[in-house]
């Protein structure tokens, strides 16, 4: 009997193990105000229940809707992102070497504590349809558009490159602020009196932005070789972390009332509460 005991116990052992260990989250995301949608293997999820977590992963796609505020908590709260109301945002990858994140329209503040002798040094990358953005350890915000992206550092140091040019970057350090549009390389940095970096951070529109007075700039003229080159070189990167597809917008939806998941194609969903 003893022996027939040991073999069940063996047997139902290799059942639990056979298993697929289900991995911990990436992070967890909490609704302040308004409604957000998560999309994660081509499945909808609409969430309107406030100060609750709600776990985030790699690949999640998160839309917020009108007068919306959500905050996404990453390693232990070391990284944290505000999402404003009517953005799209990525989490492409999160990982021992890297954060990586897409945002192709809307508006979001960054945190990314300082790195230590307890925090391992990472890349922390920022792309968006006109710039990529690298941070050491700083708190900034950004507005992004089909057309343009706005930067403004509050605390630290942070570099910025147009997409089209990843390796013409500038350091934009704590309270001044550039501009990347879609053809051209970054402004050159300029200082934000505290009252407009005030109502950036409070307002959710992109309008604040009209106190900040960009300086113009254009790319440098090139070679034709050098210019195929480096188109090359860029699109070798990019490839090795590719962004998700992003058409336009399409009309609004009505969408349910509770949290059950809907499959959708995976395009931009607009919100409509």
């Not at 995301?29 to 609409?46: A, P, S, T, Y």
């Not at 990284?79 to 192709?104: A, C, G, M, R």
């Not at 700039?217 to 080159?229: A, F, G, L, N, S």
Request: charged share 30%.
């Amino acid at each position: 009997m003893k022996t027939i005991v040991n073999i069940l116990i063996i047997a139902l052992v290799g059942i639990v193990l056979s298993f697929p260990v289900m991995a911990a989250p990436t992070g967890y995301l909490i609704l302040e105000r308004g409604i957000i949608k998560i999309r994660r293997n081509m499945i909808d999820k609409v969430y309107r229940q406030t100060n609750q977590q709600i776990p985030v992963d790699a690949r999640d796609e998160i839309q917020t809707g009108r007068e919306t505020k959500a905050r996404i908590y990453l390693r232990q709260e070391d990284e944290q992102i505000d999402l404003y109301s009517n953005s799209f945002f990525t989490i492409n990858v999160v990982d021992e070497e890297k954060s990586s994140f897409y945002l192709p329209i809307g508006k979001i503040q960054c945190f990314v504590k300082p790195f230590s002798k307890e925090i391992k040094r990472r890349q922390f990358r920022l792309r968006t349809v006109t710039a990529v953005i690298d941070v050491k350890g700083t708190k900034f915000m950004v507005h992004a558009s089909g057309l343009a992206t706005n930067i403004l550092t509050l605390s630290g140091v942070l570099t910025v490159a147009n997409l089209a040019k990843p390796d013409m970057t500038i350091e934009i350090g704590a309270n001044q602020a550039s501009k990347v549009n879609k053809k051209a390389l970054p402004t050159p940095p300029i200082e934000v009196p505290k009252d407009v970096q005030e109502r950036i951070i409070e307002e959710d529109t992109e309008a604040e932005w009209k106190g900040v007075e960009f300086k113009e700039t254009t790319v440098p003229e090139e070679t034709k070789e050098k210019k195929e080159t480096e188109e090359a070189d860029e699109s070798a990167e990019i490839a090795k972390e590719p962004l998700p597809y992003v058409p336009d917008l399409i009309p609004d939806v009505e969408q349910p009332d509770d949290t059950s998941p809907t499959t959708k194609k995976s395009i931009i969903f607009t919100i409509k509460e």
